[in-house]
């Protein structure tokens, strides 16, 4: 695996809000938090660019509405914004794609020359994989770090119920089987980004 120098890591809506498990629910892979913790600071070490990303909800009952405690990022992203040496940028959207945000995510990607990114966070499912998605069709060489990123259980049509583990297994084949990225692990990407 090749990482460029100027690769962006971009952090999906990692907020208090997603640690209030009576709303969401179950969610699937504790080990997310200390392996974006990790990635973020690979990143900041090596000099490459990272965003964070925020969803400030517009429905009243979200605990990640705008102003409300949960819209914060959590204790250990906060504490690690502003310490890197390469270029950061802060995106605040309301939507499940981090390319539909302000300012405009893909505009300041072209303008720095960045053709790869990678992408960790929450949802895996949601917000992650739509950026994911988004982000090849618009032509990156997208990467998504599975085991830092998840989800919650799921309830669709028909009663049909998925796990988070079952949805983040979907999300990840849809998105490399489906060509729109490829689907790696933190360690892989810590190795690439030092070596």
Known sequence: ?????????????????????????????????????ALITAWQDTGRPVVFVRHDSDKPGSPLRGGSEGNGFKEYVEERRGKG???ELLVTKSVNSAFYGTPDLHEWLKAAGIHQVVLVGIQTNMCVE???RMGGNLGYDVLVALDATHTFDLT??????????????????????GGFAQVVTTAELIGAARS
Not at 12 to 29: A, C, L, M, T
């Open 130 to 132: 739509t950026t994911a």
């Open 1 to 37: 695996m090749e990482i460029t120098r100027n690769a962006a890591l971009v952090v999906v809506d990692v907020q208090k809000g997603f640690d209030e498990s009576e709303f969401w629910g179950p969610r699937d892979n504790p080990a997310a938090d200390g392996n974006i913790a």
């Open 156 to 177: 669709g049509p028909n009663g049909w119920r998925l796990t988070a583990d079952e949805l983040a297994k979907a999300s990840a084949v849809s998105l490399h089987g």
């Open 85 to 87: 040496s390469g270029p």
